[in-house]
């Protein structure tokens, strides 16, 4: 059994809900001659990834849903191997070279340029003898290109970036690149200008509503646990869509755990928020209320253990400081705006270091420490 998020995922561009704009830009650009390297960028869970996917079906068919796990070999200057996942189908790669930490430069290198040097074969025509004749139409004009998409492309090192540059523009015959990421801050300006940049917003309030409504009516099980009223119905899809800040994909996972969790959900049954969530909000609390060293240590611990369950460093100093910017007006300070203001120069200071250094728990001990000494200064005896 899957989880509603991958169960009810839009396979086909025509089957997106939202950015209607978006689906047919895309639409018109899958089924040209020319397919250009794209930025997809936006917030987490507006549906960059599924967008992606679904031009690739556009573009070649089914056959990008077959994938294979392959793990490539590269050598390192100092002789050690480095192993590499690689998520492929005949016409497409997905990689992460962010995963290599600095050594992402050497995946960039070797495996786009791998790719790029063998001109890649026309599988359509091979899968056109099984197909229907519509099928068969539209894949008639497909490109001899594949398709290598970037996940968390900001998070690559300069380098790396460097050698990209490189590679799009001596390779652009035999390979299209697509790269996502979550902000273009981080992006070289020389990878800005050889790509096509596609914003995908967040959804709207009545957006997500509109995907939640759809899978209720589906899960017919689930739907009986839930109002009949529509207006009860809307306000508990409006509190989930808050609460998720509108990332589709969470908001999906918290209305399947209240399902889970309750046998009847109504407008006052409690949002499921991740477990993670709600420890930084308890390590806020305590870090704006007692400002000591025993406390630091604590949150060190804390912070240790969220990083051992996979949560990113940069997620981790993001919600911390939104945290302690809501947590800050309930204080007895002064200067609340002066306050706030520095938590925000302490945070975007630490974030660049995380993205310099190798150690995260150092930077977001550091940015916690600092937090402690501005509250401290500004603290009403």
């Known amino acids: 059994m899957s989880l509603w998020a991958d169960k009810y995922r839009p396979r086909t561009l025509s089957e997106l809900d939202f950015h ?132 968390e492309a900001e998070l690559l090192t300069r380098d790396a970036q460097a050698a990209l540059r490189r590679t799009m523009e001596k390779y652009s015959a035999n390979i299209r690149l697509i790269l996502i990421c979550n902000s273009t801050s981080n992006i070289i300006d020389p990878i800005k200008s050889r790509t096509l940049p596609i914003r995908i917003a967040s959804p709207t309030t009545s957006a997500c509503a509109g995907v939640l409504g759809m899978i209720l009516r589906k899960e017919h099980h689930a739907k009986k646990a839930f109002p009949d009223d529509d207006e009860q119905r809307n306000i508990i899809f409006k509190r ?75 997620l981790l100093l993001k919600k911390l400081t939104m945290t302690i910017w809501d947590f800050t007006g309930t204080l007895d300070i002064k200067n609340k705006s002066e306050v706030r203001k520095a938590v925000i120069s302490a945070s975007s200071i630490y974030d660049e270091r995380l993205s310099l250094g190798s150690k995260d728990i150092f930077h977001l001990e550091g940015f916690i420490t600092k937090v402690m000494v501005i509250l401290e200064k500004s603290v009403i005896n």
């Open 240 to 314: 989930i869509s808050d609460a998720s800040e509108r990332n589709l994909r969470m908001s999906i996972m918290m209305m399947e755990a209240m399902y889970m969790n309750h046998d009847t959900v109504s407008i006052t049954t409690p949002i499921i928020k991740p477990d993670w969530a709600d420890v930084l909000h308890e390590l806020v609390t305590g870090i704006c209320k007692d400002r000591s060293v025993s406390r630091l240590q604590q949150a060190r611990s804390i912070l240790y253990e969220l990083l051992a369950h996979a949560i990113p460093a940069k």
């Open 20 to 151: 209607p704009k978006i689906s047919r830009q895309l639409q018109v650009m899958a089924s040209s001659g020319e397919f250009p390297h794209l930025l997809v960028y936006g917030p987490p869970g507006a549906g960059k990834k599924t967008r992606v996917l679904a031009t690739l079906r556009e573009i070649y068919g089914a056959g990008t849903e077959r994938l294979r796990v392959d793990v490539k070999a590269f050598n390192l200057p100092s002789g050690r191997k480095l192993e590499f996942n690689v998520i492929s189908s005949s016409f497409h790669l997905e990689i992460t070279p962010s995963d290599m930490g600095n050594n992402d430069r050497i995946v960039i290198q070797d495996l786009l340029k791998e790719i790029g040097q063998i001109e890649s074969l026309d599988f359509s025509r091979f899968e056109n003898a099984v197909m229907s004749p519509n099928t068969k139409e539209q894949n008639s004009g497909k490109k001899k290109f594949k398709v290598v998409i970037i996940n």
